[in-house]
Structure formats: structure tokens, C-alpha cells
């Protein structure tokens, strides 16, 4: 199933698929947009299994607890000069919703290789505490070194979670990251068990009801 919003990117913000509520799965599905192409408003227990993602901008948000996972995340070629994967909107410190990116790819797509006008983020942070997880997965060499940006002037870096844990790629290199309070470089495999489809998604409890392929904890 594909599901497109083809506006354009010079559209501005134009959802092509938007997920509000508990035990959500999409399977592959291929999610075409540019920016804010897929909104995880609200809920838990959200996942996603051998999609396509698309976008520009922001092009991965909400608030949900979601898990996309064995998943290609190719980037476009934005209107403007840099592009964002995620951007969270956790707004309580103490709800258990991020975006956790596992076993994935993400990559330019053909438009966007090679320009060098064009700067990559893997996320900022939309709201106080937003929380994004990225873990075992193919960075490409596009990202620039810092790996994150500040949503505005207003960005809490110390209040936001950002976590990398065991990704390969060029982009994947973690020696040029930000500095925030905030931003974390895992290496201890426990440190990451609580992101994983078993546990932040209770995906045992529910998926295997669906006939959905999932990994329940690390690859």
C-alpha cells in the first residue's frame, strides 16, 4: 500500500499519513511526503515493519510511543537548505512516547546525493522533551557530523533525550555529535533494552496476533 502526498516541497507542512491512538501497525506500506510526512500524533504501541518513509522535514513527528523498525527512510531534496528526519513532540518528561528508528536504513534518495547546498539532521527537537532513539541502523554519509539541530533559539538541551546505540554507515560516526546535556552515545546494550519492540511496545503482547515480522529485542 502506498500512501502520497504529493503537494510538493514547496507546500510547507503536508501529513500524507497521520496515527492517533494504541496498537497501530503498518506493514509494507510505502508513507510518501515531504514535510511532515508521517504524524504520530498520540498513543502507544505503535509500529511500523518494512515501510518506505519519504520526506523532507520534520518528516517523522509526534508524540506516539512508536518503533519503526526493518524500514527504509530515504530523504528528498528539500526547498530549502537542510533537511530533518525526526522531530519529536514529547511535551511531559514522564510520558513513555519517543520515536525509536531500529534496524533501519536511512539514506538520500537520487535528488538529494551529492548536493552539497543541502545540510541533514537525523532530528531536533519540536517540543521540550522530546525523545528519539536511533539504534542498529545504516546511517549514510549525507548527515552531517553534529547529527542533530536545534528546533529554534528555544531548544531545551537538557531536557530532550537523543540516543545513538550501535549504528553503522559513514554517518554513523559519532565523534563530531552535539554537545547537549540531552544527547547520549550508548554502548551497553542495557542501556537501550527499554526501546525495544518487546518492551516499549509491548510488541509480544500484540503483534504476533497480526502476523507482522518483528524483531522483540535487539538485532
Not at 536504513?105 to 517540543?127: A, D
Amino acid at each position: 500500500m502506498s500512501i502520497i502526498n504529493n503537494a510538493g516541497s514547496n507546500a510547507g507542512q503536508a501529513v500524507a499519513l497521520s496515527t492517533n491512538g494504541n496498537f497501530i501497525a503498518c506493514y509494507r506500506c510505502s508513507i510518501e511526503g515531504y514535510q511532515d510526512t508521517l504524524y504520530t500524533r498520540h498513543g502507544k504501541n505503535q509500529f511500523f515493519s518494512y515501510c518506505s518513509i519519504y520526506g523532507t522535514v520534520d518528516f517523522i513527528f509526534g508524540d506516539a510511543a512508536v518503533v519503526i523498525q526493518n524500514s527504509y527512510i530515504g530523504v528528498r531534496l528539500p526547498s530549502g537548505g537542510e533537511t530533518v528526519v525526526t522531530a519529536d513532540g514529547r511535551t511531559d518528561g514522564k510520558s513513555n512516547t519517543a520515536i525509536v528508528i531500529h534496524n533501519c536504513s536511512i539514506s538520500p534518495t537520487p535528488e538529494l546525493q551529492g548536493n552539497s547546498n543541502v545540510k541533514s539532521y537525523l532530528g531536533r527537537p519540536w517540543k521540550q522533551f522530546s525523545r528519539t532513539v536511533i539504534m542498529q541502523s545504516y546511517i549514510d554519509a549525507f548527515i552531517d557530523p553534529e547529527g542533530w539541530l536545534k528546533f529554534d533559539s528555544m531548544s531545551d538541551l537538557a531536557a530532550l533525550y537523543y540516543a545513538e546505540y550501535g549504528n553503522s554507515g559513514k554517518g554513523s560516526f559519532t565523534g563530531g555529535r552535539v554537545n547537549w546535556p540531552g544527547y547520549h552515545i550508548l554502548n551497553n546494550p542495557d542501556e537501550v533494552k527499554s526501546f525495544t519492540v518487546e518492551n516499549f511496545i509491548r510488541g509480544r503482547d500484540w503483534l504476533p496476533k497480526l502476523g507482522i515480522p518483528f524483531i522483540p529485542g535487539l538485532a
